[in-house]
């Protein structure tokens, strides 16, 4: 399974950017979860989606402003980010596992990451 991560970019505090991240390869009904890292800090959990899309689980600092989705006709999973702070800037990355969770212990599949700046 590869992941295609896309999206990320420059904006300012208060506004916008979707992610996306595309799965292609021998795909399975798999969960997904969105990590990011600050620079010069550790990996974080940021969302999770399960395979069916009705459970979803969300790290304190980003409910109420990210969305985590997805369209597994298209195998995409995106991540809706509104309300974006500065402290939101890091590089994410998609990830794709059987289970689904906030520990990175849960996926076996990583995207390559992209980068989201915010823009005080």
């Known amino acids: 399974v590869q992941l295609q991560a896309s999206g990320g970019g420059l904006v300012q505090a208060g506004g916008s950017l979707r992610l996306s991240c595309a799965a292609s390869?021998?795909?399975?009904?798999?969960?997904s979860g969105w990590f990011r890292q600050a620079p010069g800090k550790e990996r974080e959990f940021a969302a999770a989606i399960s395979w069916s899309g009705t459970s979803t689980h969300y790290t304190d600092s980003v409910k109420g402003r990210f969305t985590i989705s997805r369209d597994n006709a298209k195998n995409t999973v995106y991540l809706q980010m509104n309300s974006l702070k500065p402290e939101d800037t890091a590089v994410y990355y998609c990830a794709a596992g059987s289970g689904y969770g906030s520990g990175p212990n849960a996926y076996d599949y990583w995207g390559q990451g992209t980068l989201v700046t915010v823009s005080s």
């Open positions: 390869g021998r795909t399975f009904r798999y969960g």
